[in-house]
T-cell receptor, first 114, second 110 residues
Framework: SQTIHQWPATLVQPVGSPLSLECTVE??????LYWYRQAAGRGLQLLFYSVGIGQISSEVPQNLSASRPQDRQFILSSKKLLLSDSGFYLC?????????????FGSGTQLSVL | EDQVTQSPEALRLQEGESSSLNCSYT??????LFWYRQDPGKGPEFLFT???AGEEKEKERLKATLTKKESFLHITAPKPEDSATYLCAVRQGGSEKLVFGKGTKLTVNP
């Protein structure tokens, strides 16, 4: 079966510290992968998406970067966190089957930058 | 300009009181319109994907419809467990991006 794993669930980091969030997908190959951020009381903001290994599209200029070192692994990073990086981070993958599309989300990481 | 606008921002219903949520979009060449349910502190849960005007899909008390400019999520005889934030997203033809609206927070009182 196809599943998506995202960790950690909760993270508290000081300002200026580095960040690495990892997302992996099982049971599929060459998926489209996405990183979204959801700030308190706001909608889902698309940060990055990837259609293949090493292929990253950035949607919003920011303090974050993404990498896709393997087909089913998507990593969100920062060298120095800002207070404004706090939020709920969600990884997702787009499943295509017989012309139908479904975007599935991980369980999310609640990041608090203090 | 927002590509996806959801209304109302919040909706409070009594149990059994049917209503509809709206998602209007401005993208051209719609490739898919997605509906999600999100509970607090959790990732969004997939509900439906609609592809063309006139299409309808149902799941339990929920029914989603699509026109060339908007989609409706109809909730029939809602129960308290239907309380959640409902999100809408669109994918434009030729793009791999899915753009979300800000959601409608639904509260169903017993």
């Amino acid at each position: 079966s196809q599943t998506i794993h995202q960790w950690p669930a909760t993270l508290v980091q000081p300002v200026g510290s580095p960040l690495s969030l990892e997302c992996t997908v099982e049971g599929t190959s060459n998926p489209n992968l996405y990183w979204y951020r959801q700030a308190a009381g706001r909608g889902l903001q698309l940060l990055f998406y990837s259609v293949g290994i090493g292929q990253i599209s950035s949607e919003v200029p920011q303090n974050l970067s993404a990498s896709r070192p393997q087909d089913r692994q998507f990593i969100l990073s920062s060298k120095k966190l800002l207070l404004s990086d706090s939020g709920f981070y969600l990884c997702a993958w787009l499943r295509r089957s017989g012309g139908n599309e479904k975007l599935f989300f991980g369980s999310g990481t609640q990041l608090s930058v203090l | 300009e927002d590509q996806v606008t959801q209304s109302p921002e919040a909706l409070r219903l009594q149990e059994g009181e049917s209503s509809s949520l709206n998602c209007s979009y401005t993208v051209s060449g719609l490739r898919g319109l997605f509906w999600y349910r999100q509970d607090p502190g959790k990732g969004p849960e997939f509900l439906f994907t609609l592809y063309s005007a006139g299409e309808e899909k149902e799941k339990e008390r929920l029914k989603a419809t699509l026109t060339k400019k908007e989609s409706f999520l109809h909730i029939t005889a809602p129960k308290p467990e239907d309380s959640a934030t409902y999100l809408c997203a669109v994918r434009q033809g030729g793009s791999e991006k899915l753009v979300f609206g800000k959601g409608t927070k639904l509260t169903v009182n017993p």
